[in-house]
């Protein structure tokens, strides 16, 4: 839900606001305090969902509103996707830290003590958005929002082929995530097979991003193209033929981080490529096609009989056809 509020709302009234960056960068943090303080006399009352739903959706107007100011901040002798990925990892790391902090005050002083102390931050971090520097927002005379919309379909094939192989790889996530939940859980797999399989789809996501702190937009552009689909679809094939934990393991964690390079490279394309005054609304349509990706490949792995080779079969079959279907294309544009 809300995703669905991000391309009809949030990513047009972003557009419009791009000379206020900064105000909405703290309305979104700061909004999200008062409703955390609001939401700790709330934990035992049916009010709890609304308030939590508020949450989400300015923590996802939030994540739209920071990839705009992206650009706009990042050091010049930083690529965007380095600089990208090196905000993931601050988030990830800050994410990690919290939660141990959280978990001793909840142990301490109860679980609404956690949600005032996340206000407590929240409303610092608003602050701070508004201390940003001015160039964040842009001239109030060249923030003017032309007419129609961007679409993705508009979009050059620099955005268009790291959008088209996200999406599948997306998909092939959201399989691998649900299909692996319920088969390994049908035939009563140990608990270090899973912890292989755990460990295997977190370290490929975090390669990713490590590599992705390194490399050039361009570099991760040629690591995102036929590689990032023929990598995970090889992978899951040798799980098909040799089925075992080890390659189930190899399987998951090279489509993690084909995934996770691919994002880097497509968050790096839209902010290279798409007009500035349509970024956030682009961006919105980007994030809610990758999510409806997932959910696609959930559904599937919910729909699929629990055979393993299955299941990597047909997640070994989405990034070749996707791999397909974009060739049949460039030579059709060729034509």
Not at 84 to 95: H, M, Q, V, W
């Amino acid at each position: 839900l809300p995703f669905s509020l991000l391309v009809p709302v949030a990513g047009p009234l972003l557009d419009r606001f791009r000379h206020g960056r900064r105000t909405v960068l703290a309305a979104t943090t700061g909004g999200r305090g008062l409703v955390a303080w609001s939401l700790a006399g709330a934990l035992t009352s049916l009010t709890l969902y609304p308030k939590a739903f508020v949450v989400l959706v300015l923590a996802r107007a939030y994540g739209v509103a920071r990839y705009a100011a992206v650009v706009r901040v990042r050091p010049p002798a930083l690529g965007l996707v380095a600089a990208n990925a090196r905000l993931n990892i601050a988030a990830t790391a800050a994410g990690a830290a919290a939660a141990g902090l959280g978990v001793g005050v909840a142990k301490t002083l109860g679980s609404d003590w956690v949600l005032r102390l996340a206000s407590l931050i929240l409303l610092a971090g608003a602050i701070v958005a508004l201390r940003l520097p001015g160039h964040v927002d842009e001239a109030r005379d060249s923030a003017q929002v032309a007419g129609g919309v961007y679409r993705l379909r508009d979009a050059p094939d620099a955005v268009r082929r790291p959008l088209w192989t996200t999406v599948a790889l997306r998909v092939v996530a959201g399989l691998l995530t649900v299909f692996l939940a319920f088969d390994l859980r049908s035939k009563g797999a140990p608990g270090a097979v899973v912890a292989l399989v755990l460990g295997a789809a977190v370290a490929g996501q975090l390669l990713g991003t490590a590599l992705a702190s390194r490399i050039s937009a361009r570099a991760a552009a040629g690591l995102t193209g036929s590689m990032a689909l023929a990598a995970p679809a090889g992978c899951c094939l040798l799980a098909v033929l040799l089925p075992s934990a080890g390659t189930a393991a190899l399987a998951v964690g090279v489509s993690g981080l084909a995934g996770s390079l691919a994002k880097y490279s497509l968050d790096a394309a839209l902010q290279t490529h798409v007009p500035p005054r349509r970024t956030s609304g682009t961006f919105a349509r980007s994030e809610t096609a990758l999510q409806l990706a997932f959910a696609l490949g959930g559904g599937l792995g919910v729909a699929l009989p629990m055979v393993t080779g299955l299941g990597f079969a047909l997640a070994a079959g989405v990034p070749a056809l996707a791999a397909v279907l974009w060739a049949r294309r460039a030579e059709v544009t060729r034509g």
